[in-house]
């Protein structure tokens, strides 16, 4: 536990940007998951899911919570399993 007052400040700074960014991290795996779901199925909101996943992984790079060149490549990845996958005949 730290003495100095400026280092329990930092302490108690660090936990709470823990929090967030592990809030953020939680909710882009919630929707990868559900993206991954839906490529498997081949379903037409799949789609939509993508630009959910672009929208999310663009803002924890924004915000430092991944480096803006892993975000890029789990974005192109995951594009490339959509079209790698056979579409659903409606």
Do not use: C, G, W
């Not at 991290?25 to 789609?47: G, P, R, S, W």
């Not at 789990?74 to 996958?85: D, T």
């Amino acid at each position: 536990m730290p003495q100095r007052r400026t280092a329990i400040k930092d302490l108690r700074k660090a936990h709470t940007k823990h929090l967030h960014n592990l809030q953020i991290k939680t909710d882009l795996k919630k929707t990868v998951k559900k993206f991954t779901t839906a490529a498997a199925e081949k379903n037409a909101d799949a789609q939509e899911l993508l630009k959910e996943i672009y929208k999310k992984f663009d803002k924890a790079a924004k915000r430092n919570v991944m480096h803006k060149k892993t975000a890029a490549r789990r974005k192109a990845r995951f594009a490339r399993s959509l079209i790698s996958a056979p579409k659903q005949q409606a």
